[in-house]
């Protein structure tokens, strides 16, 4: 079926039926549900060159990756936002372009972009504390959601972020709960905007409960197997261990329990564990009973509220910045337990 045999079943003119299609605002919200649903029905799939030529958007949207070695974005929790978002973009009739660059080069990208006309709107990823990228995508007038927030930044935008902060105070008062006060924080790098707000949430609840924070069970670091492994055994060498850890990531984690297991420890017994980000497609926490407490929140739901929001903000270009905070629910697993008595 073509556009015009759909908008002749609609009993609608080809012009609106695209504009319905394509968000724009002079649609009434009835007449594009409308549209919407009978193009699902019949299975149309507009003609993506049609589109451009009719409008001179790109229909695409784009994602500029940065290459650190110290850097967040390699963390594979980057895929199940890209599958979440690719979803609503292949919806919408979208493509996704996705742009590797030096770190230096950055800016550079955005720009060139821009002046390309090579995508209609970006997600930027990564935020850190006064991010300059909120500032460089306004001035250049390039569309954008950011995945998190940025904290210090002056200027209003559109973002999807977790409750970071409440996450990792719920996460720590769950394990003082249990009876634990030697609390480990293994935290990712903490230039990065989330991982702020982690700590933040930490430290209250601890504050709280009447309890100092410790700087020798504070580490932060990439989100790796490796860098977990590694803060764990170091931690617990110490002459007076954590008897918990909070974590942000279950990549890390894995390194964590490693660390816990080479101490001749059990996991849930003699250490407790509470994770972030577990609901990963293709790195499952367990099957019937998850094998980590959690703070769970989706990243590919991020990925798809993220994409949604910016197609939103395409169609309605003058709308207000638009906010989404999403939050973590606890997922009680088999890696925390009471307290150990010391000897």
């Known amino acids: 079926m073509n556009l015009k045999q759909l908008a002749s079943q609609l009993g609608l003119s080809p012009t609106t039926v695209s504009r319905a299609l394509n968000g724009y605002p002079e649609v009434n919200e009835a007449t594009r549900e409308r549209v919407m649903a009978a193009a699902k029905r019949h299975n149309y799939r507009p003609d993506s060159r049609a589109i451009r030529l009719a409008t001179g958007r790109s229909m695409a949207i784009g994602h500029v990756i940065p290459v650190a070695t110290r850097h967040e974005i390699v963390n594979p929790i980057f895929s199940d936002f890209i599958a979440g978002a690719g979803e609503v973009y292949s919806r919408s009739g979208y493509d996704m372009l996705i742009s590797v660059v030096a770190d230096e080069d950055e800016e550079t990208a955005y720009r060139n972009l821009r002046a390309r006309g090579a995508c209609d709107g970006v997600i930027l990823h990564a935020p850190r504390l006064d991010d300059a990228r909120i500032d460089l995508l306004t001035e250049i007038g390039l569309p954008f959601v950011v995945h998190g927030r940025s904290t210090g930044a002056a200027l209003p935008y559109s973002w999807v972020d977790v409750n970071n902060r409440r996450a990792f105070e719920r996460a720590t008062g769950f394990l ?30 601890l504050a709280a409960r009447g309890i100092s924070a410790d700087p020798a069970l504070m580490a932060s670091d990439e989100m ?53 980000d577990d609901d990963l497609s293709y790195l499952r926490n367990g099957e019937d009973v998850p094998i980590f407490t959690a703070a769970r929140s989706s990243v590919r739901e991020a990925g798809r509220q993220a994409a949604a929001m910016l197609l939103d903000l395409l169609g309605a270009p003058d709308s207000a910045p638009r906010e989404a905070l999403l939050e973590a629910e606890l997922i009680i697993g088999q890696s925390t337990g009471p307290a150990p008595e010391r000897k």
């Open 176 to 205: 003082l709960d249990l009876g634990h006060r030697r609390i480990a924080l293994v935290n990712g790098l903490e230039f990065m905007d989330f991982a702020i707000r982690r700590r933040k949430g930490y430290l209250d609840a």
């Open 224 to 276: 790796t197997e490796a860098r977990g492994h590694r803060a764990g055994r170091d931690m617990l060498s110490l002459p007076d261990p954590p008897t918990a850890f909070v974590i942000s990531s279950m990549i890390s984690a894995l390194g964590l329990r490693r660390a816990i297991e080479e101490q001749g420890l059990k996991l849930g017994r003699d250490v407790s564990v509470v994770i972030h």
